[in-house]
């Protein structure tokens, strides 16, 4: 008798039963959002052939270019939740404001917020790509959120993960109970589960940073990033650069194998890149259920109070001892 393979939402009910996040509707938001991860890797499959590379015409609200696949998974996030049933409003990087789904439509207990695609500056080369998601429970009867109450602080997450779109496209989640990796198995159209029980090394050997931008950080940066670099066989230095340019792919190499990845503040721009509601939240949330460690430099990334849904954060996420490392240079304290 051939073993079952064991899928996302029969792993979710099965083995996680004792948690909140194991209803049947938890477990049916989480297939949605595979349901996205498979819309969006069919597309990438055949991209250089479907006249889905390249920019819009549009500017976003972070002031960035929209690509073609930003609007592509951003518009199938939307179509594939808004008449779900399972949520209650909808945010993501590529809208300035959230949706709220309307009162006479079935919604949900869930807020979901949204990186629909991350790593964009890959798209038109076939280099890896993401997706980051972050699930917030709102269960005021037939009451809407307002845009504030999406403002909430990443210890308040009910669970998050995120899609990768690399050589195979994997699904990484936790609710609060470890971390769990599902691989999409095409030939059936389902995500099996593949990476049980993920923890991340204590240290690793590798870090993953812009150096095009070291001119532009403060000193204790710098020195973090200078020290990484010379030999001391103690701590396995020099480390490995490895940079993909997509957040996603970088965080999943240490997640796995150990190592840093740093997108810090800078001189003129402290407050850094990275978006902290729906890129720093959900992997820090991620890392630390893996036993990692996710910092600002200076605050423990998910005890950051939002003020506002797009609100940018530093970013220095990984193996414990190495996150510790890089806070005591940033701090001058080493
Ligand atoms: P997004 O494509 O969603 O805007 O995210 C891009 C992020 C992250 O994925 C990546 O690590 C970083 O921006 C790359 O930034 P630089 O190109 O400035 O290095
Ligand atoms: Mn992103
Ligand atoms: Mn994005």
């Given at each position: 008798?051939?073993?079952?393979?064991?899928?996302?939402?029969?792993?979710?009910?099965?083995?996680?039963?004792?948690?909140?996040?194991?209803?049947?509707?938890?477990?049916?938001l989480?297939?949605?959002?595979?349901?996205?991860?498979?819309?969006?890797?069919?597309d990438?499959r055949?991209?250089?052939?479907?006249?889905?590379?390249?920019?819009?015409?549009?500017?976003n609200?972070?002031?960035?270019?929209?690509?073609?696949?930003?609007?592509?998974?951003?518009?199938?996030?939307?179509?594939?939740?808004q008449?779900?049933?399972?949520?209650?409003?909808?945010?993501?990087?590529?809208?300035?404001?959230?949706?709220?789904?309307?009162?006479?439509?079935?919604?949900g207990?869930?807020?979901?917020?949204?990186?629909p695609?991350?790593?964009?500056?890959n798209t038109d080369?076939n280099?890896?790509?993401?997706a980051?998601?972050?699930?917030?429970?709102?269960?005021?009867?037939?009451?809407?959120?307002?845009?504030?109450?999406?403002?909430?602080?990443?210890?308040?997450?009910?669970?998050?993960g995120?899609?990768?779109?690399?050589?195979?496209?994997?699904?990484?989640?936790?609710?609060?109970?470890?971390?769990?990796?599902f691989?999409?198995?095409?030939?059936?159209?389902?995500?099996?589960l593949?990476?049980?029980?993920?923890?991340?090394?204590?240290?690793?050997?590798?870090?993953?940073?812009?150096?095009g931008?070291?001119?532009?950080?403060?000193?204790?940066?710098k020195?973090?990033?200078?020290?990484?670099?010379?030999?001391?066989?103690?701590?396995?230095?020099?480390?490995?650069?490895r940079?993909?340019g997509?957040?996603?792919?970088?965080?999943?190499?240490?997640?796995?194998?150990?190592?840093?990845?740093?997108?810090?503040?800078?001189?003129?721009?402290?407050?850094?890149?990275?978006?902290?509601?729906?890129?720093?939240?959900?992997?820090?949330?991620?890392?630390?259920?893996?036993?990692?460690?996710?910092?600002?430099?200076t605050?423990?990334?998910?005890?950051?109070?939002?003020?506002?849904?797009?609100?940018?954060?530093p970013?220095?996420?990984?193996?414990?001892?190495?996150?510790?490392?890089?806070?005591?240079?940033?701090?001058?304290?080493?």
């Amino acid at each position: 008798m051939r073993e079952f393979p064991l899928t996302l939402s029969r792993f979710i009910i099965e083995s996680q039963a004792s948690h909140q996040g194991a209803t049947g509707e938890f477990s049916s938001l989480l297939t949605q959002i595979g349901l996205v991860g498979k819309l969006i890797s069919q597309d990438l499959r055949r991209a250089g052939l479907i006249n889905i590379l390249g920019a819009t015409d549009d500017t976003n609200v972070q002031g960035e270019t929209v690509k073609k696949l930003d609007a592509i998974a951003n518009d199938d996030f939307v179509k594939v939740f808004q008449h779900s049933g399972y949520v209650c409003a909808l945010a993501s990087e590529e809208m300035e404001k959230p949706i709220s789904i309307p009162g006479n439509w079935p919604h949900g207990k869930y807020m979901l917020l949204f990186d629909p695609l991350d790593g964009s500056s890959n798209t038109d080369n076939n280099m890896p790509l993401g997706a980051i998601f972050s699930v917030l429970k709102y269960d005021r009867g037939d009451r809407l959120p307002t845009d504030e109450e999406l403002l909430c602080r990443g210890t308040e997450q009910i669970a998050a993960g995120y899609l990768l779109y690399g050589s195979s496209t994997m699904l990484v989640y936790t609710v609060g109970q470890g971390v769990y990796g599902f691989t999409l198995e095409p030939g059936i159209g389902e995500y099996l589960l593949s990476h049980e029980r993920i923890t991340i090394p204590d240290r690793g050997r590798v870090y993953a940073a812009n150096e095009g931008n070291y001119h532009k950080w403060p000193g204790g940066t710098k020195k973090y990033l200078d020290s990484l670099k010379v030999s001391d066989k103690a701590t396995g230095r020099p480390y490995s650069s490895r940079y993909s340019g997509c957040l996603v792919a970088d965080v999943h190499r240490l997640l796995l194998g150990g190592g840093i990845y740093l997108y810090p503040g800078e001189v003129d721009k402290p407050e850094g890149k990275l978006r902290l509601l729906y890129e720093a939240n959900p992997l820090a949330f991620v890392v630390e259920q893996a036993g990692g460690k996710a910092s600002t430099g200076t605050s423990r990334i998910l005890e950051v109070e939002p003020k506002k849904l797009h609100q940018r954060v530093p970013l220095i996420i990984g193996s414990r001892q190495d996150v510790e490392q890089a806070e005591a240079y940033i701090q001058g304290k080493a």
